[in-house]
């Protein structure tokens, strides 16, 4: 699987940069360094170098002894402020002065390493925005600027640091504030933050706050399912590996992983099917990964069940597929059995719902899920192509997410470059959607893998905001 995508639909420009400011102890936290407090069972300062979407990472900070290994695995460089424990100003001009060659065209992410719930598409929009030649900082809960989650075009940094160097001294013991002040009010744009995207870690407060909003990583693998089931199997290894590397702790994969729609689907699961299980358990064992994807089980008479298998990270649950794809002239009940049950699944304290495909037409079913206590829903696909199918399929992933308050992982096929006869074989357009049907990140028709951060607090404030599963209480549903 090609390493195309991560966590947005396009790739950086070169001329991009992050200054992570990691100067690290806190009073109110004991004099621990707040940059390596996990989160998550991540540290901090690592959390905000992988939402960086970025070529160039800075940390300015001391390296630690964890330091050569977060360095090497998010290409990031440590430098010391100078002189040390200067303040944030000297610490963030340090940064700029370890940027070079880097050009008055590049933009930069300023960004404190204590603020371990940052997201990758948030700080993609802040760095769109600076390629206007404005700067774009997260807006506070207070309706103020966040200084350390910014993008700012490199030349207009570079002139607000010189208005305040000072001779002798450079910018010692000066607060980011003074930076901040050189700037017009028509150069400055705030973000909204949702969730807890804004928040850092000061006090021990901060630190719960934050580890009950921080949800599992989970990684969408958008693959191409071969007819021959050893390379499907060989894909997924691969796609595990991959998962695992990116830091995440569910990978989920596409519907009818194990043999794509079109080929004898009661052979391959007579075949096929426990074994494809016994891999995911033992990949989700190897890289510490939750795995769902797309099987097929016997069933009655000929017929299978069309099922996501579900196993790894202490987790082995089956959802078989309840509504089947009897439209546009495809008949999937001939060949697959319904089932009956919604599955909920739970996976580091956030609760997961299960659908497949054809499932997101019916509202009432990710409404029960989320009744059943799901936070976050995943959704494999082999969606049908044809006339109006992506758009279809994108009004319906927003809607859903909307009906259910929920965020919604939709993992689709990529489509064979020849592909022919009517079994739906995926279209790509694997996305991620907030809880109030906001477009998070999509793939497009080609293979790639998306990664989403689950912040529980987002879904909090989504339900508080349209308390649509408490107002539709006593409606029927599954």
């Known amino acids: 699987m090609p390493h195309a995508h991560r966590d947005h639909p396009h790739t950086p420009a070169p001329s991009t940069a992050a200054i992570v400011v990691a100067g690290g102890a806190a009073r109110r936290l004991a004099g621990r360094d707040k940059t390596r407090l996990p989160v998550g069972g991540v540290p901090t300062l690592e959390r905000v170098l992988r939402s960086a979407p970025v070529q160039r990472r800075i940390v300015v900070g001391p390296e630690g002894e964890d330091g050569a290994g977060i360095a090497e695995r998010h290409g990031a460089r440590f430098v010391r402020e100078e002189p040390e424990l200067a303040g944030p100003a000297a610490a963030l001009a ?73 001779p002798g001294t450079g910018w010692q013991d000066l ?17 909204p933050a949702t969730g807890a995207e804004a928040a850092d870690l000061d006090t021990p407060e901060d630190v719960a706050a934050a580890e009950r909003a921080a949800g599992p990583r989970i990684a969408l693998a958008q693959i191409e399912v071969s007819e021959d089931v050893d390379a499907n199997l060989e894909t997924v290894r691969r796609a595990a590996e991959r998962a695992a590397g990116e830091g995440a702790r569910v990978l989920v994969l596409p519907e009818a992983t194990l043999t794509p729609f ?28 939750t795995i769902i994807a797309g099987s097929f089980s016997p069933a009655d008479g000929t017929r299978v069940h069309n099922t996501l298998l579900v196993r790894g990270g202490g987790v082995s649950a089956e959802y078989r597929k309840i509504h089947l794809y009897d439209a546009y002239g495809s008949r999937e009940s001939e060949t697959v059995a319904p ?28 409404q029960a899920l989320a009744r059943r206590g799901a ?80 912040d529980l607090e987002e879904i909090a404030q989504a339900r508080r905001a349209l308390p649509v599963l408490e107002h539709g209480a006593g409606d029927s549903a599954l």
């Open 339 to 366: 089932g009956e049950e919604l599955v909920v699944i739970e996976v580091d304290g956030v609760r997961i719902g299960l659908a497949t495909c054809y499932d997101v037409r019916f509202p009432a079913q990710f």
């Open 94 to 166: 340090r940064g700029v002065a370890e940027l070079g060659d880097l050009g008055d065209t590049a933009r930069v992410l300023v960004l404190g390493g204590d603020m371990p719930l940052l997201r990758t598409e948030t700080l993609h929009a802040l760095l769109d925005r600076a390629a206007l030649g404005r700067v774009a900082a997260l807006a506070r809960e207070d309706g103020t600027a966040q200084f350390l989650t910014a993008a700012w075009p490199l030349a207009l940094l570079r002139q607000a640091l010189a208005a305040v160097e000072r």
């Open 175 to 191: 607060a980011l504030r003074a930076v901040y002040a050189q700037l017009a009010p028509e150069q400055l744009e705030l973000v």
């Open 262 to 289: 079109g080929t004898d689907l009661r052979a391959a699961a007579e075949a096929h099917h426990e074994r494809f299980a016994a891999l995911l358990e033992a990949l989700g064992e190897q890289h510490g990964l």
């Open 375 to 454: 936070q976050a829903i995943v959704l494999p696909l082999a969606w049908g192509d044809g006339p109006g199918k992506s758009d279809q399929l994108q009004v319906l992933l927003r809607a859903r997410a909307l009906d259910a308050t929920c965020v919604l992982l939709a993992a689709d096929q990529a489509p064979p470059a020849a592909c022919a006869g009517r079994a739906p074989r995926g279209i790509g357009e694997s996305a991620v959607i907030g809880p109030l049907g906001q477009v998070r990140s999509r793939l497009g028709r080609e293979e790639g893998m998306l990664l989403a951060e689950i």
